[in-house]
């Protein structure tokens, strides 16, 4: 089989499985949220409802048809790519509510990416250039202690020194109540003030955005750390880092431009998957900094026992974690012509 061939064949057989990844996630779902206690007309109505109001309601909801026939009507209105309607909100269309929340999340997981690509690749190129030295254990102990933490734990304790005791950042929240947010061209307050020429905006965003972004960057960058100071030693003891050593070219040129470079291809890898997962991940983070994004909004569906609103929040979230996991795969198959085989 040529190598173009084998691409192909590679990149099909990927595709072909990321529908079957879906249904499977979204009937996980289904059954998972028809397991859980509690009944949604009761957290609706309440439990001193009448029977025939609560019967009149379960039957304007579906949930008066046997579970099979809830599953194929769930199906058939995904297949059409209607998310459904949320039971709390009036009527709320999902796509309505993702619409309006994901925004936030996307904000703050690029921005606490960002934070995490800088600090994670920066202490493990050091810890790798000083191996057995104490850079490198303290990269290593910095890499432990960043991926061990608990997310909502951390994300308190810098809410109690720099919020609370300190007054550095605010408590909470996206932007002032007291300040019009930008005009919503992207949803991105950071981007809209810049679009509209308002650095004042643009400055009350990032200081908003601040405190949870440095949370979930800081505990990702352990992630990034052990990747880049595992593959850039490696890298090190290669045979063409010793040639270029043996030509006289100074040591921090060969990690700039020789071997950080080729370390950084299992990080595309990750930086990828690490994107796609945030986006769906970022609940802690946004929870415990009263953070307005769609995984705060996911977690409120959740306490309501809101069936449409949870699942259509979860369906979206899975199909760009599958459609980052396809092109991230692409990616590397166009790098590396090993993972075609």
Not at 7 to 12: G, I, T
Not at 15 to 31: E, K, N, Y
Not at 121 to 137: E, F, K
Request: proline share 5%.
């Amino acid at each position: 089989m040529s190598r173009s061939s084998a691409l192909r064949y590679y990149v099909l057989s990927r595709l072909l499985m990321a529908p079957l990844m879906l249904w499977l996630i979204t009937t996980i779902v289904f059954l998972l949220l028809r397991a859980t206690p509690g009944d949604t007309v009761d957290a609706m109505l309440g439990t001193r409802a009448s029977q025939a109001a609560k019967d009149e309601l379960r039957a304007q909801l579906g949930l008066n048809k046997s579970l099979l026939f809830q599953y194929f009507d769930y199906i058939g209105a995904l297949l059409r790519f209607d998310l459904g309607k949320s039971l709390t909100t009036q009527g709320q269309s999902v796509w309505e509510i993702i619409g309006k929340f994901f925004p936030a999340t996307v904000e703050l997981t690029i921005v606490g990416l960002a934070i995490a690509l800088v600090v994670g690749i920066t202490v493990g190129a050091i810890s790798a250039s000083r191996p057995n030295s104490s850079l490198d254990a303290t990269g290593r102990l910095f890499g432990i202690i960043t991926y061990s933490i608990p997310m909502f734990w951390f994300g308190m304790v810098l809410q109690l020194i720099f919020s609370v005791g300190l007054g550095w950042f605010p408590l909470g929240t996206r932007f002032p109540v007291t300040i019009s947010p930008p005009p919503n061209v992207t949803g991105l307050y950071t981007i809209d003030s810049l679009l509209s020429g308002n650095f004042e905006q643009f400055a009350i965003a990032i200081y908003y955005l601040a405190l949870p972004s440095i949370t979930l960057g800081v505990l990702i960058s352990g992630i990034f750390e052990r990747i880049v100071r595992v593959n850039l030693r490696q890298t090190l003891q290669a045979e063409y880092v010793e040639a270029a050593r043996a030509r006289g070219i100074p040591e921090s040129k060969i990690l700039i431009n020789h071997a950080l470079k080729n370390a950084m291809i299992p990080v595309i890898t990750i930086l990828g998957l690490t994107l796609a997962a945030l986006l769906g991940g970022a609940i802690l983070t946004e929870v415990t900094f009263s953070w307005p994004g769609l995984a705060n909004r996911l977690y409120r569906a959740i306490n309501q026992r809101d069936y449409p609103t949870v699942q259509g929040i979860v369906v979206f979230f899975a199909a760009i974690v599958s459609i980052a996991s396809i092109a991230i795969d692409i990616i590397n198959a166009y790098i590396d012509p090993r993972i075609r085989y």
